[in-house]
């Protein structure tokens, strides 16, 4: 009888499993990642939780300071409205931009850079000389223009933001696949006889997302900022919509009479970003292998 033991197998961890792991252990980058769900939450389900609607007037209650008695748990703003209702609401807002115009950016990006990449020679000399054309010309007089001249859509919003904010995605994808195209699997894959489009779709992207899921990260807090400046100056959504942007914009005029106008959406609004950026951080290190 054979009493040796054989040792128990021992379980093999992906990359996505490693990584999520990497990013548990670290408390900044989990905190903030729940956080943003709450807040995310907060913005979508606050609005039908609170006994306001978004235009809704309270003719007892203009400027009142935040109250439990009164309802108004954020206080009202100049008009009677429910301040906490219309941070949800501009969270709303404010949290589409981000992720619509975010993915815009990242699909332009990600498929320019790849192809640049992958291509090569004159056509990847072209392209990137495209990008750097781009980069020269005044970012946000773009942005303006293109709102003064096809007005303040709420989707020309998303549209506007995302297309300006690709450059920097296609640099990093173009740098990715650069390094990755002389690597074995493409070569194998290109003796197996697989399409370029399949090699860029399915070896190059997949294996170049890292960075870019570090990027989109990165990228969200900067749309966010850059929604609420144009909010800020006038060119962002439009009234009965709200957004952080507009709410600061609001709550600056009433600073001294009225803070809680200015404080509490700009709580929002910061608090949302550090968690970004923290997260961010955490991704980065979470997949970067250099650190494992």
């Not at 300071?65 to 009202?76: F, L, R, V």
């Not at 303006?144 to 096809?150: N, T, W």
Request: contains cysteine.
């Amino acid at each position: 009888m054979n009493n040796a033991t054989s040792a128990p197998p021992v379980a093999s961890n992906s990359l996505g499993r490693e990584a999520w792991r990497r990013l548990r252990q670290n408390s900044a980058a989990t905190a903030s990642l729940v956080l943003l769900i709450i807040i995310a939450l907060a913005c979508l389900l606050g609005p039908w939780l609170t006994p306001w609607a978004l235009d809704e007037v309270d003719w007892n209650a203009f400027l009142a300071p935040p109250s439990i008695e009164s309802g108004h748990y954020a206080g009202t703003d100049a008009n009677g409205r429910d301040l906490l209702t219309r941070v949800f609401h501009g969270g709303q807002i404010s949290l589409s931009v981000a992720l619509v115009a975010t993915l815009v950016s990242l699909v332009i990006g990600v498929l320019y850079g790849a192809i640049a990449g992958y291509v090569g020679g004159r056509v990847d000399n072209l392209m990137m000389r495209f990008v750097d054309i781009m980069y020269s010309l005044p970012f946000m007089f773009m942005v303006i223009l293109l709102m003064v001249v096809f007005g303040r859509n709420i989707l020309l919003i998303y549209a506007a933001i995302g297309a300006v904010e690709w450059l920097d995605m296609s640099r990093i994808v173009r740098g990715q696949v650069l390094a990755l195209k002389r690597r074995e699997f493409v070569e194998a894959a290109h003796a197996l006889g697989v399409s370029s489009f399949k090699i860029v779709t399915r070896h190059l992207i997949p294996n170049a997302i890292g960075p870019v899921i570090i990027y989109v990260t990165l990228t969200v807090p900067k749309v966010i900022l850059l929604e609420s400046f144009l909010s800020f100056l006038g060119l962002g959504v439009q009234e009965p919509l709200t957004s952080w942007g507009v709410l600061i914009s609001e709550g600056k005029d009433m600073m001294e009479t009225a803070p809680w106008m200015l404080i509490i959406p700009s709580a929002f609004l910061a608090i949302t970003l550090l968690c970004l950026n923290f997260l961010g951080d955490g991704l980065r290190d979470a997949l970067d292998p250099k650190t494992r």
